[in-house]
């Protein structure tokens, strides 16, 4: 996710990405627009590019995990995973990530509570992945936090980028008449 909004930044000649969101409250829902800086992602996700593993404290004695970071490969793989069953769910993508733990360790063994401690330490490691903003709405004062979808907008950016490139080599072939082999 990070990479692909670094992709789209580099290959956009804006300087910010648009986002259109609306209040979450029900009695305003005002339309709310913001640009996020570029820059300032890049800034995130350069640091978040230091360290491929991620250190997770258990609380227990000696019960330290670490992961490393998921891959488009993961990703990809865990598309078919049944997330209706939450926590099943993440004890099954945790095991993949683990690459060093105590000897007895086992994710099937964790609590809701681990996992959750577990959740948010990923978050901070990348927080692009999960990329929430808080906005204070300027009509009622609302303080909403916004989750950004910034694989889904760096898409959208990469899209028009490509519909140009395609208009241009277009304008370019039809000023040289060239054919469509050509």
């Known amino acids: 996710s990070s990479a692909l909004c670094m992709i789209a930044a580099e290959s956009s000649p804006q300087n910010e990405i648009p986002v259109e969101l609306q209040c979450g409250m029900a009695e305003c829902s005002a339309e709310l627009e913001m640009e996020i800086a570029?820059?300032?992602l890049q800034g995130i996700s350069e640091a978040a590019d230091e360290s491929d593993t991620i250190r997770v404290d258990l609380g227990r004695e000696e019960a330290t995990i670490v992961l490393r970071k998921p891959r488009g490969r993961d990703q990809l793989e865990w598309t078919v995973i049944d997330y209706t069953d939450t926590v099943g769910s993440a004890r099954k993508i945790l095991a993949d990530l683990i690459i060093d733990s105590s000897p007895d360790?086992?994710?099937d063994l964790l609590s809701?509570?681990?996992l959750r401690r577990i959740g948010r330490r990923c978050i901070a490691a990348d927080p692009l992945v999960d990329f929430t903003l808080e906005l204070n709405c300027p009509e009622c004062g609302y303080t909403n936090s916004c989750r950004i979808d910034l694989a889904g907008i760096s898409l959208e950016v990469l899209?028009?980028?490509q519909r140009k490139l395609i208009e241009s080599v277009h304008r370019l072939a039809s000023c040289y008449k060239w054919s469509e082999s050509e």
């Open 38 to 40: 570029i820059k300032e």
């Open 105 to 107: 360790f086992s994710a």
């Open 112 to 114: 809701e509570k681990q």
């Open 159 to 161: 899209h028009r980028v």
